[in-house]
Structure formats: structure tokens, C-alpha cells
């Protein structure tokens, strides 16, 4: 039985059992939302924001914001529409251009990323550290990093930015260190129903957890979907950077998946099938 993957969403300390989550890092330019008829996509901006949507979509799209949480629902199909999302603290406003058909596949949330945002230890009122009070802030330090985001969305934030985004624009995260991995070059066991090729790339760890960011490669003459539901071993969440990869050869064949595990990385995979040498294959009797 294939192990169920876990949504790198976790509030109260409880693990919540839903989708990966699709990274999508807001530029200033309107952000693509497809979704299928029937089917609620939930959007995480992460900011209490009021949504406005033109007259067109009443009775087509349900819409309702949350704790930081937009939910689009789409009772029929639409063409490419502008919604307004404005922060209600700054005003600030960030767009995006949804639309509607028919479908069966799933459409994963979307964890929106923004530049300069920080996700790091909670800190007290602002006040001058000296004496007494320097030991107790060092002190503060060595308790585990109280984050205003649950871990496992930080840790995925945190290596997709490093790899995909500029120096400038990661997210400082208080405590994260780079883990090294002890894992082999290329990995069978994690995706055995597509025709892939998984190696590890790199990995950082926070408070007991850490992530992996993996390179796959499409090895086909065929477009190949990609479903986190089909890994196999024990993960917290898992998100790819794309949610497909194309034909081998074309630049669109790589992308990079991000497992979130608890502990060492290496405990999370299933073992890899001993290599067969000639040796092995020799039986007794047979001339050496």
C-alpha cells in the first residue's frame, strides 16, 4: 500500500491530509489560476486580503477568503477573468487571471512567495539588548525557532527560492542549516511508475525536519504528469516545481521536487535493489 503524502500545511500541531501545494512567486504580474468546473482551488496568499471580481463571473465563481486563504469554486466554465486580491493592512493589491473548464484531473493549491517576505523566530516588542538581557535573547535562541508559517510550507519556500529564485530575494528562516545527504545518485525507488530519473540535488533542515530538494528528468519521447500521490515512502508533504515535465531532450524535460520528512533524510526512502554482478548469477559447481 502506497503511503498517503501529506500537504505541507499543519496548524495546532495536526497534520492535515490533503494535496501537495503548487509554488507560485507574485512579480507584479498577474498569476495564471486554471481551474475545473465543480472542483475548489484553494489559493494561499498568506495575507488577510478582500477579493474583488468583475460582474461577468456572478453566479459562475464562488469565492470566499479566510485566515489568509482564498477559495475559488466554478460552477461553469469561464474565459481568462482578473480578480483583484487587495491586503486589507497595506492595500497593496496582487492579480490574478482565473479561468474555468471542464476537468478530471486535480488541481493542487497554490502557496503564493513574495520577495523581501521573512518567515523567522516570533521576537519580542523592539528594546536594546546589554548585560542580562544579551543572555537571555542567546538563550532564546537555542529553544526552536517559533515560525509564523507552518514548517513544512517555510522548508518548501525556502529550497525553491534558493534554487529557482535570485540570492537577493530568499527568505531569510532563523536555525535553517544545509543537510548533507546521504543518498545514492539516483533514486528507483521513489517514482517507479513513470519513466524517470530521480538524483538528489540539496537539502536543508529546521526544528527536526528537512527537506529534499530532487532533480527528475523525463527519460520518455512523451510528456509525463506529474502526481505526488505516486511516491513512494514516508514524507510529510511533497510539491514539484512544475506539474510536468516534456519530451526528453526539450528544455522543459527537468524539474525539481521537494520532500518534506521528519529526521534523517535517508530514512524516508525505501531501499534501492541490490546491484546484480556475475558473481552473484555463479552457481556451485560452475568453473571459476
Same mark, same amino acid.
Given at each position: 500500500m502506497k503511503p498517503n503524502v @501529506? !500537504? +505541507?500545511? !499543519?496548524?495546532?500541531?495536526?497534520?492535515?491530509v490533503v494535496s501537495a501545494v503548487e509554488l507560485m512567486k507574485w512579480e507584479r504580474i498577474p498569476l495564471q489560476i486554471p481551474l475545473n468546473v465543480g472542483q475548489e482551488r484553494i489559493v494561499f496568499v498568506d495575507k488577510n486580503v478582500r477579493v474583488g471580481f468583475p460582474p461577468t463571473l456572478n453566479g459562475k465563481l464562488r469565492v470566499q477568503s479566510s485566515g489568509g486563504a482564498v477559495y475559488l469554486s466554478a460552477s461553469e466554465a469561464f474565459p481568462v477573468t482578473r480578480l483583484q486580491l487587495q491586503n486589507k493592512a497595506n492595500? =497593496? /493589491?496582487?492579480?490574478l487571471d482565473v479561468s +474555468? +473548464? #471542464?476537468?478530471?484531473? /486535480?488541481? =493542487?493549491p497554490v502557496q503564493l512567495v513574495y520577495? %523581501? =517576505?521573512?518567515?523567522?523566530?516570533s521576537t519580542s516588542d523592539k528594546t536594546r539588548i546589554s548585560g542580562n538581557e544579551q543572555t537571555a535573547v542567546i538563550s532564546e535562541r537555542r529553544k526552536p525557532a517559533k515560525l509564523n508559517t507552518p514548517l513544512p510550507v517555510v522548508l518548501t519556500r525556502y529550497a525553491a527560492q534558493s534554487l529557482y529564485g535570485p540570492l537577493r530575494t530568499v527568505e531569510p528562516v532563523v536555525g535553517i &542549516?544545509? &543537510?548533507a545527504l546521504k543518498l545514492p545518485s539516483r533514486l528507483t525507488t521513489l517514482y517507479p511508475s513513470e519513466p524517470v530519473e530521480v538524483s #538528489? @540535488?540539496?537539502?536543508?533542515? @529546521?526544528?527536526?525536519?528537512s527537506v529534499i530538494a530532487l532533480l527528475v528528468r523525463n527519460t520518455a519521447t512523451v510528456n509525463v504528469i506529474l502526481n505526488p500521490r505516486m511516491l513512494q515512502g514516508e514524507f510529510i508533504s511533497a510539491a514539484f516545481q512544475h506539474p510536468w515535465l516534456g519530451? +526528453?531532450? &526539450?528544455?522543459e524535460d527537468t524539474t525539481v521536487l521537494y520532500l518534506v520528512?521528519? %529526521?534523517r533524510p535517508e530514512g524516508a526512502f525505501r531501499s534501492e535493489p541490490m546491484a546484480v554482478t556475475d558473481k552473484t548469477h555463479q552457481t556451485r559447481g560452475a568453473p571459476k
Open positions: @501529506l !500537504v +505541507a500545511v !499543519v496548524f495546532m500541531m495536526m497534520p492535515v492595500g =497593496e /493589491i496582487i492579480l +474555468a +473548464a #471542464p476537468g478530471k484531473s /486535480i488541481r =493542487e520577495d %523581501g =517576505e521573512v518567515s523567522s523566530a &542549516t544545509n &543537510t #538528489p @540535488l540539496a537539502g536543508w533542515s @529546521l526544528n527536526g525536519y519530451n +526528453a531532450g &526539450t528544455p520528512v521528519q %529526521g
